[in-house]
């Protein structure tokens, strides 16, 4: 079988994770904060943060959160689980 070029699913997790990580680093937003404000469970938050997948609803559940908190979307990636 010939090797295919393939990103690992590790290097999909870390790049998801550092983009949303840095999205709270730069709009100075803590965990907790978010959790309240999206009506998810700290737990979501931190799956999100190391790139762990989490339900679509979610996901978009903390893009709003996240939005109402700062005024602007997070457009970055968030790994969802698989329908």
Do not use: K
């Amino acid at each position: 079988m010939d090797e295919q070029s393939t990103i690992p699913l590790e290097v999909i997790a870390m790049g998801t994770a550092i983009a949303f990580s840095t999205y709270l680093v730069h709009h100075h937003l803590d965990s907790l904060a978010i959790c309240i404000a999206s009506g998810v469970r700290y737990s979501t938050v931190w799956n999100i943060q190391h790139g762990v997948p989490v339900t679509r609803e979610h996901a978009a559940q903390v893009r709003r959160g996240v939005q109402q908190m700062t005024g602007r979307a997070y457009t970055g990636p968030i790994n969802v689980l698989a329908d």
